[in-house]
């Protein structure tokens, strides 16, 4: 058997490479000559929990974590509290790091994947088989090929040329890191924290010692002293305006998917499959995702392509509903004025049971790996 290759070094690629590995497949996975950007934080909903359980990694990646303890929305200008939802199930806060160090020892123990920093330069299909060819020259045939490479990597071409470039939202999220030792004890509380107001929202939650933060708003608002005017004197988050904070800027890509996952013997996974913005905490969680529906197909079927074609026909159903449910919270999280003084009233009668509802389909998105 010639094994499978996997493309991408970034959590969903490992991820779908331990997969593959304790589906039985000998797997080589190219993980690129730089390695990829892993800065910030991530929250992890129980449904990437049970990706993490059913990949068997749910232990170790508890002791990396933080379990919170609730989601708080707010409104920005006056801290009134709209909904405060209890988290029974797993629901925790991780560095990316952390989380892709946990990937990285499983993979380390796994005797049948070799890891490659080289980058694919070209995929030619040949039969039930496919060729990779690397940018050192060499080439190689494998019976698969799991492209998880982000949305401009050579796997999302050749599967789905037509889809094009991702789209944008014309949006930012300024991302920060903040001692929790520099701020009030209350930021340190194992709390998701969502403040809406204003056409722009803010997350944070701690990680280790640190407060992550996002806030995310219109491109053309991100301007010099752009957070004293999201959070001046007397907001109850002016202390997060600090100066001295350094920010990152990252642009947002809509929500959206490839439209077609499998091509012959190459399958989608993680970004190059779908992009997520960060509405409902599910950009990590659906690549694990990924990875624990691909394990269950090439688990149950006697060839590759068989399980490629459940895997692609399952996920590809699936992330639609979140795609369409991660748009719809980025537009209901970016009002203002009249609209958004509603949609805080609606939060606020709706209380707890509207926001159960809202996230029941999201945490429960793959029934099969319940």
């Not at 593959?20 to 797997?27: D, Q, W």
């Amino acid at each position: 058997m010639a094994g499978l290759a996997v493309s991408g070094g970034g959590i969903a690629g490992m991820a779908v490479a331990l997969a593959a590995a304790r589906a039985g497949h000998e797997v080589t996975v190219f993980c690129g000559r730089t390695p990829p950007q892993l800065v910030g934080g991530l929250q992890l909903a129980p449904n990437g929990w049970a990706a993490l359980t059913a990949l068997g990694l749910a232990e170790r990646a508890a002791a990396s974590s933080l379990r919170l303890k609730d989601i708080m929305v707010r409104a920005l200008d006056s801290g009134t509290t709209l909904i405060r939802l209890p988290l029974h199930e797993p629901y925790a806060s991780f560095d990316r790091a952390a989380l892709a160090g946990c990937l990285a020892d499983a993979l380390a123990t796994q005797a049948s994947v070799t890891v490659k920093p080289l980058n694919l330069d070209h995929i030619h299909q040949q039969g039930d088989t496919v060729r990779l060819v690397t940018d050192d020259g060499a080439s190689a045939a494998f019976d698969g090929l799991v492209a998880a490479d982000g949305a401009a990597g050579p796997g999302r071409r050749h599967v789905a040329p037509a889809g094009g470039q991702v789209a944008s939202t014309g949006k930012i999220a300024m991302r920060a890191q903040v001692p929790l030792g520099s701020l009030p004890a209350g930021f340190a509380r194992a709390s998701s924290n969502l403040w809406l107001g204003r056409g722009v929202h803010v997350v944070h939650y701690p990680i280790g010692e640190m407060l992550n933060l996002v806030v995310t708003l219109p491109a053309d608002r991100v301007g010099p002293g752009w957070q004293h005017r999201l959070m001046p004197a007397g907001s109850p988050l002016a202390l997060l305006a600090d100066d001295n904070i350094v920010w990152n800027r990252t642009p947002l890509p809509a929500a959206g998917t490839a439209g077609c996952w499998r091509r012959g013997a190459v399958v989608l996974a993680g970004e190059a499959a779908h992009s997520m913005p960060p509405h409902l905490a599910q950009g990590a969680g659906q690549g694990l995702q990924d990875a624990a529906s691909l394990q269950y197909w090439l688990g149950r079927q006697e060839d590759v392509s068989t399980g490629f074609s459940g895997y692609a026909r399952a996920r590809a159903g699936e992330v639609a509903k979140i795609v369409r449910k991660a748009d719809m919270s980025g537009r209901i999280m970016g009002l203002s004025g009249p609209a958004a003084y509603f949609r805080d009233i609606a939060l606020n009668l709706g209380g707890t049971r509207l926001m159960q509802t809202w996230l029941a389909e999201v945490w429960a998105a793959d029934p099969s790996l319940a």
